[in-house]
């Protein structure tokens, strides 16, 4: 795939979607980042549905403290992994509190030491945010990545460097949030639904669907 092609498809998935945003519900970076950190092997509409009732009762870091992990599961208990994620927000809590003044780090580093906290959290936060142009690739923007040929890679790590590489300057800002509502809505994994998609004729993937 060359350049022109890659300029093309982010053209058309900016006029489709120009200011495309997280699905995740959140009205400041710390709900965003405990957002993010139940998000781990959940959906967008699972984390939504139990922050809906989290973030009226408890939504800074010393708020979430006070729960405690016990009193945390009660709101989180409908999500995967629920017992790990409450230790891991507490903790992070408690370091945001001790370290951060109660705020949400704007450094790469910073966010990646908190508890529940990798890679992809960290570079979501960055992006959706702070507005770095970093580009967070989850399973989604892996497939989309290797299906359309837009950055093919092995693993996460490489798809994230070949997009940071290609994606024109232009585009990194948004390029994370067209790219995962496209995997989530039109490049599903089993049948991606390929004539509905507003890059068909642009997209490498060699099988593709009438649907």
């Known amino acids: 795939m060359n350049r022109d092609k890659r300029v093309e498809i982010f053209t058309r998935l900016r006029t489709e979607n120009p200011a495309p945003k997280t699905e995740l519900n959140h009205d400041s970076e710390f709900e965003l980042l405990i957002s993010v950190i139940l998000s781990a092997q959940a959906t967008d509409k699972g984390v939504n549905k139990a922050t809906a009732r989290l973030y009226p009762m408890a939504n800074t870091p010393d708020s979430i403290y006070a729960l405690g992990e016990e009193g945390l599961k009660g709101f989180i208990k409908t999500i995967g992994l629920y017992n790990s994620k409450a230790a891991n927000i507490i903790k992070t809590c408690r370091i945001l509190i001790d370290q951060y003044d109660g705020q949400v780090p704007d450094d790469r580093k910073?966010?990646?030491?908190?508890?529940?906290?990798?890679?992809?959290?960290?570079?979501?936060?960055?992006?959706t945010a702070f507005g770095h142009p970093t580009i967070?690739?989850?399973?989604?923007?892996?497939?989309?990545?290797?299906?359309?040929?837009?950055?093919?890679?092995?693993?996460?790590?490489?798809?994230?460097?070949?997009?940071?590489?290609?994606?024109?300057?232009?585009?990194?800002?948004d390029a994370h949030h067209w790219l995962i509502l496209l995997g989530r809505y039109t490049c599903i994994a089993r049948k991606p639904r390929c004539s509905s998609c507003v890059i068909e004729d642009l997209c490498e993937f060699k099988q593709k669907t009438l649907e």
């Open 136 to 173: 967070a690739v989850d399973t989604h923007i892996f497939r989309v990545g290797n299906r359309t040929r837009i950055a093919p890679g092995k693993n996460v790590d490489e798809v994230e460097k070949r997009l940071l590489r290609l994606v024109p300057d232009e585009f990194k800002l």
């Open 110 to 127: 910073a966010l990646e030491s908190l508890p529940g906290v990798g890679r992809k959290t960290a570079n979501v936060i960055l992006n």
